[in-house]
């Protein structure tokens, strides 16, 4: 690992266990490292419970510890989504890549938990407003500007296994 070759070090992180958590955190920002969270899967089992990635967020903004989610963000809000492209998959709640990014920006803004978990878990589209000048939601109001500096600060990135889902659904929500 050597930050000034310009390689970055990522770690998943357990979030489900609080005693691990934070001494991985603290540790994380010793070295350098972000953290990596795994927000999904192929089964029901592999996503997390919405108040335990709350919870991995708010430590990682706590120790300005920039984080990226992997895995079941193909989508941009909070729904029921099957968990394969095979036919008769499962369907399983999974987060939304926007009330990720969301959620961060109320979380690193100085928003509380409660207000972040409520964005995490939201699903109706028409209660966000996207446009050219940022992102609103409730009472929240963040540019450009903050949403750039949010994926040097913050959430750094997300993954999907579909690279057309992404884009798609969110051109369908907002145009």
């Not at 120790?63 to 099957?82: M, Q, S, V």
């Amino acid at each position: 690992f050597d930050p000034d070759a310009g390689w970055e070090l990522w770690i998943e992180a357990p979030i489900g266990d609080p005693e691990v958590l934070g001494p991985l955190l603290d540790a994380l920002v010793r070295v350098g490292a972000g953290a990596k969270v795994r927000t999904g899967g192929v089964t029901a089992d592999a996503f997390p419970d919405p108040d335990a990635l709350t919870h991995f967020m708010a430590a990682c903004v706590t120790r300005d510890l920039i984080f990226k989610a992997t895995a079941g963000l193909h989508h941009p809000l909070r729904g029921e989504y099957r968990v394969t492209y095979e036919p008769g998959a499962e369907h399983v709640t999974m987060f939304g890549y926007l009330n990720l990014l969301l959620a961060t920006a109320i979380l690193r803004h100085g928003g509380t938990v409660d207000d972040a978990q409520a964005a995490l878990v939201e699903r109706d589209a028409s209660r966000l407003t996207f446009d050219a000048g940022g992102l609103r939601w409730r009472d929240f109001a963040f540019d450009t500007d903050y949403l750039g500096d949010l994926r040097r600060h913050g959430l750094a990135s997300f993954g999907s296994c579909s690279f057309s889902e992404p884009v798609d659904e969110i051109g369908a929500l907002f145009t």
